[in-house]
């Protein structure tokens, strides 16, 4: 079976730009997280969708958003890129909403110029 | 709050070596979850262990083990005779759990393990 796979790879935005980020979870894992790791540091919790609905939120601004399909996969979305957004973003996901064991992603490299 | 403090930064060994990377939380639950994840160049974190804090055992699984001390609030991991394919950041993290489920994990800032053929 696939594990999460995380599209693009790599991406280089400039300031303002809006970036959209995708993750396709392992079938039949209705769960998806969103998490930013900045270099040198651990993943920080960004969002959690669970069947469609937003089940938790991190200390992230408005202009980080996020949306998940019938198919349970789901997008990031930035919007007004700042340099500070340059990170890697792992997609985690897991069978239910409860958070027992994730599996990430090989994440998206977002470098913001 | 929460928060898991990893002090050590890197840490370099010779193959065949012992080494233990240590792993510092805090809560105010009484019900927790604590996790070590391995992050390989690649990217992904592939998950390692999971324990409840009601389950003080420690666990062996091959090369790897895991000593946690509520008495402390550490959970250390060793890896006995490391290889170099061991070589990885290193993240533990904690979850504290609620009616329905338990919170997204909150990591520490990980540990560079470096294995010196």
């Known amino acids: 079976d696939a594990g999460v796979t995380q599209s693009p790879t790599h991406l280089i935005k400039t300031r303002g730009q809006h970036v959209t980020l995708r993750c396709s979870p392992i079938?039949?894992?209705?769960?998806v997280s969103w998490y930013q790791q900045v270099l040198g540091q651990g993943p920080q919790f960004i969002f959690q969708?669970?069947?469609?609905?937003?089940?938790g939120r991190g200390n992230f601004p408005d202009r980080f958003s996020a949306r998940q399909f019938p198919n349970y996969s789901s997008e990031l979305n930035v919007n007004a890129l700042l340099l500070g957004d340059s990170a890697l973003y792992l997609c985690?996901?897991?069978?239910?909403?409860?958070?027992?064991?994730?599996?990430f992603g090989s994440g998206t490299q977002l470098s913001v110029l | 709050a929460q928060k898991v403090t990893q002090a050590q930064t890197e840490i370099s060994v010779v193959e065949k070596e012992d080494v233990t990377l240590d792993c510092v939380y805090e809560?105010?639950?009484?019900?927790?979850?604590l996790f070590w994840y391995k992050q390989p160049p690649s990217g992904e974190l592939v998950f390692l262990i999971r324990r409840n804090s009601f389950d003080e055992q420690n666990e062996i699984s091959g090369r790897y083990s895991w000593n946690f001390q509520k008495s402390t609030s550490s959970f250390n991991f060793t890896i006995t005779a490391s290889q170099v394919v061991d070589s990885a950041v290193y993240f533990c993290?904690?979850?504290?759990?609620?009616?329905?489920?338990?919170?997204?994990?909150?990591f520490g800032k990980g540990t560079r393990l470096s294995v010196i053929a």
């Open positions: 079938s039949g894992h209705k769960s």
């Open positions: 969708y669970y069947e469609k609905e937003e089940r």
């Open positions: 985690a996901s897991s069978p239910r909403a409860t958070n027992e064991k994730l599996f």
């Open positions: 809560t105010r639950d009484t019900t927790y979850y």
């Open positions: 993290a904690l979850s504290e759990a609620y009616n329905s489920g338990n919170t997204p994990l909150v």
